[in-house]
T-cell receptor, first 113, second 114 residues
Framework: SQQGEEDPQALSIQEGENATMNCSYK?????LQWYRQNSGRGLVHLIL?????REKHSGRLRVTLDTSKKSSSLLITASRAADTASYFC?????????????FGTGTLLAVQP | KAGVTQTPRYLIKTRGQQVTLSCSPI?????VSWYQQTPGQGLQFLFE???????NKGNFPGRFSGRQFSNSRSEMNVSTLELGDSALYLC?????????????FGSGTQLSVL
């Protein structure tokens, strides 16, 4: 399977703490994206990092990418109860013609108030 | 702008039946993709359409098909339903479907096959 893997599978933290989730993938990529999903609804795009970038920030989110290790991490700082959701990394293969996403297995984040 | 709209939100079918799901992309978006989400297999790519043409297809049997209309709206069809087809079906749109474009997802259609 081309599917990436994420760890941990589940993470429970207190409000105000930082949450870090990791993603590993298998193919060479054009970019890597992170999405959030609330309670089995649609996915919401969080951030996109290109293969030639090493770090990217967006608000309370920080994403790193290490293409030599085929891995990425998502850091959410000062977490809030509203951050409770499943988080998925998704890669776009650099040999493809379209933005077909290959998703990781996801991390379920629970932020306790 | 209105987001990606999927109908219906929930669907219950029995084995052997067929089903059609609908997706209206964000206005101006020409690329529409479909994904299947199950607890066992996670999120998997079904197919992608652009200008009424299927440009990319995932590893699903021929029972899964789709099409796109001239207004970019898309439908997917699953024939001869099996229990394993129970899943959340997600539609996503982007402008041109280029590699660096993010996807905008609808809320999904939850299909239950009994």
């Amino acid at each position: 399977s081309q599917q990436g893997e994420e760890d941990p599978q589940a993470l429970s933290i207190q409000e105000g703490e930082n949450a870090t989730m990791n993603c590993s993938y298998k193919t060479s990529i054009n970019n890597l994206q992170w999405y959030r999903q609330n309670s089995g609804r649609g996915l919401v795009h969080l951030i996109l990092i290109r293969s030639n970038e090493r770090e990217k920030h967006s608000g309370r989110l920080r994403v790193t990418l290490d293409t030599s290790k085929k891995s990425s991490s998502l850091l959410i700082t000062a977490s809030r109860a509203a951050d409770t959701a499943s988080y998925f990394c998704a890669t776009v293969w650099d040999g493809g013609a379209t933005n077909k996403l290959i998703f990781g297995t996801g991390t379920l984040l629970a932020v306790q108030p | 702008k209105a987001g990606v709209t999927q109908t219906p939100r929930y669907l219950i079918k029995t084995r052997g039946q067929q089903v059609t799901l609908s997706c209206s992309p964000i206005s101006g978006h020409r690329s529409v993709s479909w994904y299947q989400q199950t607890p066992g297999q996670g999120l998997q790519f079904l197919f992608e359409y652009f200008s009424e043409t299927q440009r990319n297809k995932g590893n699903f049997p021929g029972r899964f098909s789709g099409r796109q209309f001239s207004n970019s709206r898309s439908e997917m069809n699953v024939s001869t339903l099996e229990l394993g087809d129970s899943a959340l079906y997600l539609c996503a749109s982007s402008g041109q479907g280029r590699l660096n474009e993010k996807l905008f997802f609808g809320s999904g259609t939850q299909l239950s096959v009994l």
